[in-house]
């Protein structure tokens, strides 16, 4: 079990204001006096033109507008004096480049969907009904066939895993469900053609099976997978080494933004309150390491945030008492009416943990001057840390604007209170 003790006074006063409640004497007074060295440095200005600039054009994982980004947030912190370090790493994107998919029997095109991420490729072959395709049912005469799957029970890469293990050629894979048929993704490395058809198409060609051989021709062009490099930022503070606990905290956010969209809110606006806390403090007395860190491909799925956790030993691991994750902070149109001004800390599992009740007291405590709640929700870089063991915890506006995740979520967008609000907490929480 991890230690949490950090500077004995500091963690008596937060503990006392949080148990006692909002304004009771003597300990809260204590505490806002540790609150009030980082938060009257605190500038929304300051973090709405990083927010400005980095909106400029997308960050998307592997562009050179990542890069870009990430080398700004680089230069900032080594600017306020942290020891720096830009992490690339490799990562699978999806290529569609005028995808196309054809899937013709008996003279007619089903004008399948493709996967994503399917190979590119062209097979003519029998078909073969697999079933779903779950481990251990998949049939030894789809080798060298194309294998008709029905959706369900597993995974899409299971399946095309499954048949490919017994030597199949492609995959039809048919809905269990509705009239659609856009759905399907393929692995990087999964290297046949892919396709999906309607539920009546696969049932259709199920039948037809039953009656005897039936030969497809399947082509795949312009889809597949290439290899990018995305980048993680990270900066650290070493405390003096004669007031060192061993320990450390950690801010986070991620950098990179979905394609064609500057992600000002998602997520410049947590770069933001990441970069202007470094500022604050660069030049404070610690007694415990400071780590500040920005993600790549979060978008991507994580990717960022679960290579940074890879890296890290397990002594090193051990060594995390917190880590702060900020995720669009600064929407005018987040939040709605709902309770700290819509702000609210999301852990992995929903339960309290160190981070949410030193930033629930430090809500009392700042300008807010109520506890922030919390939820259960993953999807952001706070799960690689809590996986590891670590407290960990996403403070974002909920529910999300309207401009989520499109080109509209630009800087003219921002609330400066919001991100003063949270960069406060934080902070206060952090110090």
Not at 391 to 416: C, G
């Amino acid at each position: 079990m991890m230690s949490v003790l950090l500077t004995a006074g500091l963690v008596l006063s937060v503990n006392a204001a949080y148990a006692q409640g909002p304004g009771e004497a003597p300990n809260s007074n204590a505490a806002s006096a540790f609150d009030n060295k980082i938060i009257k440095k605190i500038s929304a200005d300051n973090m709405y033109n990083t927010i400005a600039l980095l909106s400029k054009e997308p960050r998307t994982a592997g562009t050179p507008g990542e890069l870009k980004g990430a080398q700004y947030i680089k230069g900032q912190f080594e600017k306020y004096g942290y020891e720096t370090e830009l992490q690339p790493f490799a990562f699978y994107d999806v290529v569609r480049t005028n995808v196309s998919g054809v899937l013709e029997i008996g003279g007619q095109d089903l004008k399948p969907y493709v996967f994503s991420g399917s190979f590119s490729g062209e097979v003519t072959a029998e078909v073969v009904n697999a079933g779903k395709a779950i481990l251990g049912t998949v049939p030894d005469a789809v080798k060298g066939k194309i294998a008709l799957v029905e959706r369900g029970d597993n995974t899409f890469v299971d399946k095309v895993k499954n048949v490919i293990e017994k030597g199949a050629v492609g995959v039809i894979l048919y809905n269990n469900t509705g009239t659609a048929n856009n759905v399907g993704v393929a692995d990087p490395g999964q290297n046949i053609p892919a396709v999906t058809v309607t539920r009546a198409q696969g049932t259709t060609l199920a039948e037809q099976l039953k009656s005897g051989p039936v030969t497809a021709h399947l082509k795949v062009t312009g889809s597949g997978y290439k290899v990018g490099t995305s980048y993680n930022v990270i900066a650290k503070m070493k405390p003096n080494k004669n007031k060192d606990t061993g320990q450390i905290v950690m801010v986070g956010a991620h950098h990179d933004s979905v394609p064609g969209g500057p992600g000002a809110n998602d997520d410049a606006s947590g770069v933001s309150a990441v970069l202007e806390l470094a500022r604050v403090m660069g030049n404070m007395p610690i007694d415990t390491e400071l780590r500040f860190v920005t993600f790549g491909s979060e978008e991507k799925g994580l990717l960022g945030s679960y290579h940074y956790a890879s890296t890290l030993s397990d002594t090193e691991a051990d060594k995390i008492v917190a880590h702060f994750q900020m995720d669009m902070i600064g929407s005018k149109d987040a939040g709605g009416d709902n309770k700290a001004n819509g702000l609210i800390m999301y852990t992995i599992d929903g339960k309290k943990n160190l981070v949410t009740d030193l930033a629930s007291a430090a809500g009392v405590r700042t300008a807010m001057g109520e506890a922030v709640p919390y939820g259960q929700l993953g999807r952001s870089d706070h799960q690689p840390f809590h996986e590891l063991g670590i407290p960990a915890a996403l403070f974002i506006h909920s529910p999300l604007e309207p401009w989520y995740h499109t080109p509209a979520d630009t800087i003219d967008k921002i609330d400066k209170n919001k991100l003063q609000e949270t960069a406060e907490i934080v902070g206060a929480a952090v110090y």
